[in-house]
């Protein structure tokens, strides 16, 4: 027997896992809240920097820049900014739904389940629209 095993009594509570909670949108939503943070602050900074970097680098610099998202590249660019833009909605949506739980309100089981999905699909609907308007706006 262990010295762990004569020390804790065996009928001790365990606190609750992952596996004892239903999988809910407002798991979802406060998972995909950190996870947009860390994608904007890293990924975005990142995209920002270089291209402020190439603003002040030059024309050459600033068409180099651009062949991400106009040239060979253009996949990739799209996929990224993309990603960007749907991490900046839903970021912004569970903010304010977050500022609505902060002052008291939205609480109830069935609300707040409401307002976590609404965050998703006000992200996939301004995400979606943001991009329509970018390339009809291109011809």
Request: proline share 4%.
């Given at each position: 027997?262990?010295?762990?095993?004569?020390?804790?009594?065996?009928?001790?509570?365990?606190?609750?896992?992952?596996?004892?909670?239903?999988?809910?949108?407002?798991?979802?939503?406060?998972?995909?809240?950190?996870?947009?943070?860390?994608?904007?602050?890293?990924?975005?900074?990142?995209?920002?920097?270089?291209?402020?970097?190439?603003?002040?680098g030059g024309e050459d610099s600033y068409a180099r820049f651009l062949s991400w998202f106009t040239g060979p590249f253009a996949p990739i660019?799209?996929?990224?900014?993309?990603?960007?833009?749907?991490?900046?909605?839903?970021?912004?949506?569970?903010?304010?739904?977050?500022?609505?739980?902060?002052?008291?309100?939205?609480?109830?089981?069935k609300g707040n389940r409401q307002s976590a999905v609404a965050t998703i699909?006000?992200?996939?609907?301004?995400?979606?629209?943001?991009?329509?308007?970018?390339?009809?706006?291109?011809?």
């Amino acid at each position: 027997m262990s010295d762990l095993a004569m020390v804790r009594p065996k009928n001790r509570p365990v606190s609750p896992h992952l596996q004892v909670w239903r999988w809910g949108p407002n798991m979802l939503v406060s998972i995909l809240h950190r996870a947009t943070g860390v994608a904007m602050g890293t990924v975005g900074l990142a995209l920002f920097v270089w291209w402020l970097a190439a603003l002040s680098g030059g024309e050459d610099s600033y068409a180099r820049f651009l062949s991400w998202f106009t040239g060979p590249f253009a996949p990739i660019g799209y996929l990224v900014g993309i990603g960007l833009s749907f991490a900046l909605f839903q970021h912004i949506g569970n903010g304010v739904r977050h500022f609505f739980m902060d002052i008291g309100a939205n609480f109830e089981l069935k609300g707040n389940r409401q307002s976590a999905v609404a965050t998703i699909v006000f992200a996939a609907c301004a995400t979606a629209a943001l991009w329509a308007w970018l390339l009809v706006g291109k011809h």
